[in-house]
């Protein structure tokens, strides 16, 4: 199976401020189409998880502009330019090239 | 809009059966796999099954295979996980998602328990 290793697992942050989560896969997330089906995940207690970035770095409709997803290969980095309090929450790399379908421990994103 | 509604969830004994089901709406359900994810408590999201636009082909996490069926009727979009010799722990919130190499939207997810 693919091991999902996201660091740092808590991550306190000052609003305002810069985050970033790191994903590193156990092997090669390019799928033999040629995409690399890694996808960032956000997920609010008492809500479902909601998809930020699909394909490394391709943001999703209505997600804002302070997200930002980039990496290759088997290293991947999910980024907030600013945090703002609604982003408090877990926050999950997911790959989808190989099964099983494979997902990270989680960070979980707090104010400081 | 697009929307997944998650139910069949519910308090079993070990052992025992349980089938949830997701109804689609909202967009072409054909178009897309379907997949399951859960979470157990206190614990990060794990996936469970995933089945293609067909329902021609159905993948299963290792921990599941052999008790789960994932099935989808495309004349109803709905899709259904019957889910066989229950374990406590697969106490767990299941989630069906759209997706097949991507998963985008999620439904709110139905809460499974497993207990004597």
């Known amino acids: 199976d693919v091991v999902m290793t996201q660091s740092p697992l808590s991550l306190p942050v000052t609003l305002g401020q810069p985050a970033s989560i790191s994903c590193r896969s156990s092997?090669?997330?390019?799928?033999?189409?040629?995409?690399?089906?890694l996808n960032w995940f956000q997920h609010r207690p008492g809500q479902s998880p909601r998809r930020l970035i699909y394909?490394?770095?391709n943001r999703d409709s209505g997600v804002p502009a302070r997200f930002s997803g980039s990496g290759s290969g088997t290293d991947f980095t999910l980024k907030i330019s600013r945090v703002e309090a609604e982003d408090v929450g877990v926050y999950y790399c997911?790959?989808?090239?190989?099964?099983?379908?494979?997902f990270g421990q989680g960070t979980k994103v707090e104010i400081k | 809009e697009v929307q997944l509604l998650d139910s069949g969830g519910g308090l079993v004994q070990p052992g025992g059966s349980l089938r949830l089901s997701c109804a689609a709406s909202?967009?072409?359900?054909?178009?897309?796999?379907m997949t399951w994810v859960r979470q157990a408590p206190g614990k990060g999201l794990e996936w469970v099954s995933t089945?293609?636009?067909?329902?021609?082909?159905?993948f299963y996490a290792d921990s599941v295979k052999g008790r789960f069926t994932l099935s989808r009727d495309n004349s109803k979009n709905t899709l259904h996980l019957q889910m066989n010799s229950l374990r406590v722990d697969d106490t767990a919130i299941y989630f069906c998602?759209?997706?097949?190499?991507?998963?985008?939207?999620w439904g709110q997810g139905t809460t499974v328990t497993v207990s004597s």
């Open positions: 998602a759209r997706g097949f190499y991507d998963i985008d939207v």
């Open positions: 909202g967009f072409i359900f054909t178009n897309y796999g």
């Open positions: 089945i293609d636009y067909s329902g021609g082909s159905t």
């Open positions: 092997q090669s997330l390019v799928h033999s189409d040629g995409n690399t089906y």
């Open positions: 394909r490394v770095s």
């Open positions: 997911m790959q989808g090239t190989h099964w099983p379908r494979t």
